[in-house]
C-alpha cells in the first residue's frame, strides 16, 4: 500500500502569488511542481457620469489555466493612495469586467491584480479616467 505526503506551501501577499506540491511515496520517489500566478493586464477604463466600466483581459498561470478572480484598485491621481473599489468593482471580481458607480469627480486610475483563493499575481500598470 502506498502512502502520499502532500505538502502545499503558498506565499500569500507577494507579487507572483506560488505555490509548491511535494509528494511522497512509500518507495522512495517523490516530484514536486510549483506554479506562479501571472501579473494583470493593463485595463481600460470609460466613465458615464459618475460610473467608471473597467475592462482587461484573462491573466494565467506561467504553466497555463486562467486565474480564478481580480481585485481592482482605485488610485487617487493627486495623491496616489490607493483604494479598494466600492460598488459593483468590490471584493474579488471573475468577469473581466465592471462597473464602479458613484465614483467622486475627479482624477482616477485603476489597476488589476490576478486573484486564486489567497494568491495574488502582480499588480496591472495604472488606466487614469476623469470623472467630471
Known amino acids: 500500500m ?6 502545499v506551501v ?15 511515496t512509500t518507495s522512495g520517489s517523490g ?3 510549483a506554479k506562479t500566478l501571472g501579473p494583470g493586464n493593463a485595463p481600460s477604463a470609460s466613465v458615464s457620469g459618475h460610473k467608471v466600466t ?11 489555466g486562467a486565474a480564478a478572480g481580480y481585485v481592482v484598485r ?9 483604494q479598494t473599489a466600492s460598488n459593483g468593482c468590490s471584493g474579488t471580481i471573475s468577469a473581466l469586467t465592471c462597473t464602479e458607480n458613484g465614483v467622486p469627480a ?17 499588480e496591472s ?3 487614469a479616467v476623469v470623472v467630471v
Open 2 to 7: 502506498r502512502w502520499l505526503l502532500l505538502l
Open 10 to 24: 503558498v506565499a500569500v501577499g507577494f507579487p507572483g502569488g506560488a505555490a509548491a506540491a511535494w509528494a511522497l
Open 31 to 33: 516530484a514536486a511542481r
Open 54 to 64: 473597467v475592462s482587461w483581459t484573462a491573466s494565467s498561470y506561467t504553466n497555463g
Open 74 to 82: 482605485r488610485f487617487n491621481v493627486s495623491s496616489g493612495i490607493g
Open 106 to 122: 475627479g482624477s482616477w486610475q485603476y489597476t488589476i491584480t490576478p486573484a486564486a483563493g489567497n494568491w495574488r499575481g502582480a
Open 125 to 127: 500598470t495604472k488606466s
